[in-house]
């Protein structure tokens, strides 16, 4: 399904799965759909599964939306709490239209326990309360962590799930929910065709003696200058980058975050944001930008480069990119909205160091180059990732290789053929609507959130 095809099943106000492979724009259609509903007056609850994803859409994490906070459970006591919070309650209650990103990091129960509070705080037994909610990410990607023992409570409305049931789509609410798939079919990120049909063959795990042999033409026991490196553990990252940074000789110069906001969202900011909260940097640093530049355009989310110098009226970082481009990097911001009001910010020079960085906060960029070692790789997805964050396979470079890294989940390799079929339907479907007819379903959603329809246009 294109993207365009997506966004007009979107507009119908259509329950929706949104999925596709990395790099098929998922992301910048969510972002269309956004700026489409606030033409039209409609602001949509905008949040993500983790707080690093959350961060990149400007939006709350669905635990703080929905209040259930660090909860794993819900009593009846805890849903009478949650609705006795005036903020909670006015935020669920004038909702729409709810998007929850990387929803593949959102496990069963979680998903159930929001839909418990939309119920209850909206006083409706549809699904979510009644909301037109669309469901993003990749079940191929990280799977959700939950260390929670598993616990019998006579009071829990929803008990913990079983590890056989830690995807959101086990969820009871999935099905009742019944939302359209749209399979984004587009790719954006790869442009090497046989690196592509590599990594096409790891969704399908079909992965065969050919395709290790293209690895092994990536093989590098170091990485080349340039290249940022990619581990599964934390401990390595800040041990490279900690290093490297001293072997610069130099003065070294700091840039201290800001913040403005309640202390709980303004920790989550932190917490979400690649950028530190003391970024040190010298000349001769390796650094990658760590948001999109919305404004004018001169580097996204994963932009490498070196830094050249500080500017002398301001002491900003100058960095030279790998693509030859030199930025000057001002500060930037990050924040929390709700229903279009800013809640709390953190600006910092958007960079961090980039000798290495951890497989999991590399989820959602798009590198030119990495080099990575995956021989301990321990979860389902995660050599996936690492592998799909480059463009090429020329931007490979590869020190160590497990048998896991090559793994997906086997539970999810079914559930996407099921997907895939189901978006084929709705495509089909769709497809057959007259422009005129479709319009008037988009017209219609509009007006019953309020919104004002005058932006709706007719499919050729």
Known sequence: MTQAEALEILKTGANVFLTGEPGSGKTHLVNQYVAYLRSCGIEPAITASTGIAATHIGGLTIHSWSGIGIRRDLTKYDLDHIGQNRNIVRRVGKTHILIIDEVSMLSARILSLVDAVGREIRRNQ??????????????????????????????????????????????PVWPALNPLVCYLSEQHRQEDAVFLGFLSAVRRAEVDDSHRQLLRTRYSPKPKDGITQLYSHNVDVDQINGAELAKLSGATKTFEMESHGAEKLVLALKRGCLSPEILALKVGARVMFTKNDVTRHRYTNGTLGIVAGFAKENGYPVVKTNSGKTIFAETDEWHI???????????????????????????????????????????????YVALSRVRTLAGLSLAGLNQRALEVHPEIRAKDAEFRAESNKARAVFSKIPGRELQTMHTNFIRACGGKASHVKVRP
């Open 126 to 171: 549809e699904p979510f309360g009644g909301l037109q909610v669309i469901l993003v990410g990749d079940f191929f990607q990280l799977p959700p962590v939950d260390r929670h023992e598993a616990e019998t409570c006579p009071t829990v409305l929803f008990g913990r799930a079983s590890a056989s049931e830690q995807f959101a789509f086990f969820s």
């Open 337 to 383: 909205e709700d229903g279009g009001r800013v809640l709390a910010r953190i600006s910092q020079v958007p960079l961090r160091l980039a000798w290495a960085m951890t497989v999991h906060k590399s989820q959602g960029m798009s590198l030119d180059a990495a080099h990575m070692d995956l021989s301990q790789t321990f979860e389902y997805g995660q050599g």
